[in-house]
């Protein structure tokens, strides 16, 4: 497969992880309906969010390993049926602990979607342009990303929370069909054996550096997840008095920023090098930025701005793969792309319930018309504050990070 074929076979699979990050953010625009369907409060919905990762993330090592044995067209394709039947068990749900049940379901099958398009990527195009393709498939989420805040709002406030939901099922049915037809499956090098993967993953286990890369990655991407990805809609409407629609409009900044950030950033590092002063200057931008975002008075056009700024700042997630992969035994980048990535979704399973415990802890009673609990600004001050300590925690991971050899600079 080569040519026109493969470039639709690329867009197929990265339309896969944009229809993830749909999935992905889907609950941070419809927080207060789903707060007064199940009667529930901040704690137990960030844990609703948070189900997604937890089918997600876990599987991140091994649907690697799948992807060598068995190619990306029957997996992807299958995975997608599964996340579309979550959406819809989430869609019907009559209790909680269905819904759950449907946020499950839809994570463990978008688990498979940023391995399945890097492998069409690595199965289908030449090594030269891996990493422009590795950025492009980051955009295509972002555009995920922002089309799960202001215009999954507006299709909410048309069809409901439920419906909306439906016809993104609709829409994963048909996006699996097509990923079936097109997508062809070639082995690029024969599967690891059980005992060298293990191997390999011990050697990456190994090395300190990997383990920053980790927490770098973890830092800038659960900042992101946590709060663009479920609670800064509710907080902005809170918090600034703006509408639903403007707040996941003004949402959606930090994800272009994001979208624009992780090509730009990935292309330049790998070609100037010193990939570790890029990061350490970005992370130390990022926690400022937030910490602005989150405590000063700002007026709305410094506040997009800012919200935009971190975005690019956070997209810097990037180079902790390529860190990994540099630090770790040379037979073993996919057992060091697995642990970073491992880290990388499993923040948002970590952090978005986290805040919701902490909102709770600081609720004061409030309540809106629907029955959905209302938080105040202070009560969002000490549930973000966690954020501000991991996003501490990134910039610290930069500092004790060490440039590779020169050899594997790239």
């Known amino acids: 497969m080569t040519g026109p074929r493969a470039v639709l076979a690329f867009v197929l699979a990265a339309s896969f992880?944009?229809?993830?990050?749909?999935?992905?953010?889907?609950p941070s625009v419809i927080v207060g309906e789903l707060m007064a369907e199940f009667a529930v409060g901040?704690?137990?919905?960030?844990?609703?969010?948070?189900?997604?990762?937890?089918?997600?993330?876990?599987?991140?090592?091994?649907?690697?390993?799948?992807?060598?044995?068995?190619?990306?067209r029957r997996l992807m394709s299958f995975a997608?049926?599964?996340?579309?039947?979550?959406?819809?068990?989430?869609?019907?749900?009559?209790?909680?602990?269905?819904?759950?049940?449907?946020?499950?379901?839809?994570?463990?099958?978008?688990?498979?979607?940023?391995?399945?398009?890097?492998?069409?990527?690595?199965?289908?195009?030449?090594?030269?342009?891996?990493?422009?393709?590795?950025?492009?498939?980051?955009?295509?989420?972002?555009?995920?990303?922002?089309?799960?805040?202001?215009?999954?709002?507006?299709?909410v406030d048309a069809w409901g929370w439920r419906g909306t939901l439906g016809a993104?099922?609709?829409f994963g049915a048909l996006l699996a069909v097509a990923i079936f037809v097109v997508i062809a499956d070639k082995r690029a090098v024969p599967a690891q054996?059980?005992?060298?993967?293990?191997?390999?993953?011990?050697?990456?286990?190994?090395?300190?550096?990997?383990?920053?890369?980790?927490?770098?990655?973890?830092a800038m991407t659960g900042t992101m997840l946590a709060f663009a990805g479920l609670w800064a809609v509710p907080w902005l409407m809170q918090t600034h008095g703006l509408e639903r629609g403007a707040a996941a409009l003004l949402t959606s900044v930090m994800f272009a920023g994001w979208g624009i950030g992780s090509p730009v950033i990935g292309y330049t590092v790998d070609r100037l090098g010193h990939r570790v002063r890029a990061a350490r200057l970005l992370s130390a931008a990022m926690a400022l930025s937030l910490a602005a975002?989150?405590?000063?008075?700002?007026?709305?056009?410094?506040?997009?701005?800012?919200?935009?700024?971190?975005?690019?700042?956070?997209?810097?997630?990037?180079?902790?793969?390529?860190?990994?992969?540099?630090?770790?035994?040379?037979?073993?980048?996919?057992?060091?792309?697995?642990?970073?990535?491992?880290?990388?979704?499993?923040?948002?399973?970590?952090?978005?319930?986290?805040?919701?415990?902490?909102?709770?802890?600081?609720?004061?009673?409030g309540l809106a018309a629907g029955g959905a609990r209302l938080y105040s600004a202070g009560a969002y001050a000490q549930g973000f504050s966690i954020l501000l300590a991991v996003a501490v925690l990134g910039a610290l991971s930069a500092w004790l990070m060490r440039e590779p050899p020169p050899a594997k600079t790239l």
Do not use: K
Request: proline content about 5%.
């Open 17 to 26: 992880f944009t229809y993830a990050f749909v999935q992905r953010v889907a």
């Open 42 to 72: 901040a704690a137990v919905l960030g844990n609703l969010a948070a189900f997604y990762f937890y089918g997600y993330a876990p599987l991140q090592i091994p649907v690697g390993m799948l992807m060598d044995r068995f190619g990306p």
């Open 80 to 155: 997608v049926g599964v996340s579309s039947i979550g959406a819809v068990i989430f869609a019907i749900a009559p209790t909680i602990e269905i819904a759950y049940l449907g946020r499950l379901l839809v994570g463990i099958g978008a688990a498979f979607g940023w391995v399945g398009v890097l492998t069409v990527a690595t199965l289908w195009f030449p090594p030269t342009r891996f990493a422009m393709l590795t950025g492009f498939a980051q955009l295509f989420g972002m555009i995920g990303a922002i089309f799960g805040q202001a215009p999954l709002g507006l299709a």
């Open 168 to 170: 993104l099922a609709v």
């Open 193 to 218: 054996g059980p005992g060298n993967f293990g191997a390999g993953l011990r050697g990456v286990i190994r090395a300190r550096d990997a383990w920053l890369a980790t927490g770098y990655g973890f």
């Open 293 to 365: 975002i989150l405590y000063l008075p700002l007026g709305l056009p410094a506040l997009t701005l800012l919200m935009f700024v971190n975005g690019v700042c956070a997209s810097s997630m990037v180079i902790a793969y390529a860190h990994a992969r540099d630090h770790s035994p040379a037979n073993a980048s996919g057992a060091a792309y697995g642990l970073v990535n491992t880290a990388v979704v499993g923040s948002g399973a970590v952090l978005q319930p986290a805040i919701g415990a902490l909102l709770d802890r600081a609720w004061d009673g």
